[in-house]
T-cell receptor, first 117, second 112 residues
Framework: AQKVTQAQTEISVVEKEDVTLDCVYE???????LFWYKQPPSGELVFLIR??????QNEISGRYSWNFQKSTSSFNFTITASQVVDSAVYFC??????????????FGKGTKLSVIP | EPEVTQTPSHQVTQMGQEVILRCVPI?????FYWYRQILGQKVEFLVS????????KSEIFDDQFSVERPDGSNFTLKIRSTKLEDSAMYFC??????????FGNGTRLTVT
């Protein structure tokens, strides 16, 4: 069975601080995908990133960066110089690498990030 | 950018009533999904749909639930006889081949 653990339930930071959201996963699959989604107060789910298990290269997109470490089964997400608009619940998720298959995502419980002005 | 559209944004229904949640996936997408999120909890997979049939479903997706793609553009989730515990945000999602899932904005279902 697959499992995603986001141990941080809530985090508060002051604007412009850096913040790292932790994600640890469990899977028996040798190939899989990892994701981060953002859920702002308005409720929609916004796709941020997908990584496949073949590729452990870290990724940076503007103020966002992701650190994938297969050895520790972690896929952490860092926001640099946080802004009030970053306030949201962030979900880490995992799916099997199913190609044309069902693509069932297993989500973590989410981390609520509050950025204080 | 194309979007997954869900209607209504909020639906209130009485326990025991049937409810249909509607979704218009992105037009060239092939795989369709419903997920739900009980307030304050994580997002859970309900069902996936491909080639006009269910490809996978979770334990949550019991006989009270059904999905349909009636006309090649809409994708619906029907709950036959709603229970209080069906109150949740329901998300529709779609994808093309190996692309990431694109989620709609969700329908908040409140069962009273």
């Amino acid at each position: 069975a697959q499992k995603v653990t986001q141990a941080q339930t809530e985090i508060s930071v002051v604007e412009k601080e850096d913040v790292t959201l932790d994600c640890v996963y469990e899977t028996r699959d040798t190939t899989y995908y990892l994701f981060w989604y953002k859920q702002p107060p308005s409720g929609e789910l916004v796709f941020l990133i997908r990584r496949n298990s073949f590729d452990e290269q870290n990724e940076i997109s503007g103020r966002y960066s992701w650190n994938f470490q297969k050895s520790t089964s972690s896929f952490n997400f860092t926001i640099t110089a946080s802004q009030v608009v970053d306030s949201a619940v962030y979900f880490c998720a995992l799916s099997s690498y199913s190609g044309a298959g069902s693509y069932q995502l297993t989500f973590g419980k989410g981390t609520k990030l509050s950025v204080i002005p | 950018e194309p979007e997954v559209t869900q209607t209504p944004s909020h639906q209130v229904t009485q326990m025991g009533q049937e409810v249909i949640l509607r979704c218009v996936p992105i037009s060239n997408h092939l795989y369709f999904y419903w997920y739900r999120q009980i307030l304050g909890q994580k997002v859970e997979f309900l069902v996936s749909f491909y080639n006009n049939e269910i490809s996978e479903k979770s334990e949550i997706f019991d006989d009270q639930f059904s999905v349909e793609r009636p006309d090649g553009s809409n994708f619906t989730l029907k709950i036959r006889s709603t229970k209080l515990e069906d109150s949740a945000m329901y998300f529709c999602a779609s994808r093309l081949y190996n692309s990431p899932l694109h989620f709609g904005n969700g329908t908040r279902l409140t069962v009273t």
